[in-house]
């Protein structure tokens, strides 16, 4: 590559908590867009913060949701008036996704396509072409994205759940489930008629798609909230259903737990 070209790379830092997320956009990128350099990758935005401010770089590819706790938005307010772009990494499929199309900003779906993250690095090219011809466009886009997550906000997630699968699309009514638990890369949802579903998305996917009485008590296990009879204490602290099914409660998450019954009551 020649020196001329170098000098118009777009420095970027990648921002998941998932470190295969992470490798796998720095691979594609490298692979796929020689027009952007990755000057490094943070798994939340304590790292990300010191991450950006070590490096500077033109670009975040930003987790817009990371179940450690922080939102993607959180980084985005903690700096402030800099200066940068953002692609947004999600796993919105359904509601959110009118939020980025009627804002006009960069995303790319997870699981990540490879002819999408071509296309969308281009239209980041693209606008900052745009806007260093003309500076006042930089302030409107940092203005579409304070009211990106404001429209997010505003949006509930749709009254069923489309499921694609090899023979058609299944619907599903949230109400009707009593919980999710991981299976490796998969979902298995749990209904209250007792008979289960494999979902090829994931449980950070449906952490998003569920209503707000979901709640993650533990890495591998969402519960509807209605469903649960009993929330028991002790060495190993765990939820009874309804139904009579005890699920497991990690402790840092107790407190939250608490929480989201007593709104339901």
């Known amino acids: 590559m020649s020196e001329n070209a170098e000098i118009h790379k777009i420095r970027a830092i990648i921002v998941d908590d998932e470190l295969p997320a992470r490798e796998n956009m720095r691979f594609m990128l490298q692979d796929n867009c020689p027009e952007i350099e990755v000057c490094g990758t943070a798994d939340g935005v ?7 401010q070590d490096m500077k770089p033109d670009l975040i590819f930003l987790d817009i949701r990371m ?5 993607g938005f959180d980084l985005i307010d903690q700096l402030g008036n800099e ?7 999600t796993a919105f499929k359904d509601y959110a996704i009118r939020a980025f199309e009627s804002r006009a900003l960069h ?20 606008r900052r072409k745009f806007d260093l011809a003309d500076p006042s466009g930089l302030s409107a ?7 990106l997550e404001e429209e997010i906000a505003r949006q509930t997630p749709p009254r069923r759940i489309t499921i694609h699968h090899s023979k058609g699309i299944k619907l599903l009514d949230p109400d009707d489930i009593t919980h999710i638990e991981g299976s490796g890369n998969c979902a298995l949802i749990h209904f209250k008629d007792k008979h289960t579903y ?24 969402i519960v509807n909230m209605k469903e649960v009879s009993e929330l028991l204490h002790g060495d190993e602290q ?3 259903l309804k139904n009579g099914t005890s699920l497991p409660v990690a402790r840092e998450r107790k407190q939250d737990l608490l929480a989201s019954l007593q709104n339901l009551i």
């Open 141 to 147: 886009y940092r203005e579409n994205i304070r009211k």
């Open 46 to 52: 304590k790292s990300a913060l010191k991450l950006f």
């Open 67 to 71: 179940p450690s706790g922080a939102e």
């Open 107 to 126: 995303y790319i779906l997870k699981p990540i396509d490879e002819q999408d993250l071509i296309e969308t690095v281009q239209r980041v090219l693209q």
């Open 83 to 89: 200066q940068f772009y953002v692609v947004f990494v």
């Open 198 to 221: 494999l979902d090829t998305r994931t449980l950070k996917v449906y952490e998003v798609l569920l209503p707000k009485y979901f709640y993650r008590t533990h890495k591998s296990y």
């Open 238 to 240: 765990s939820v009874v």
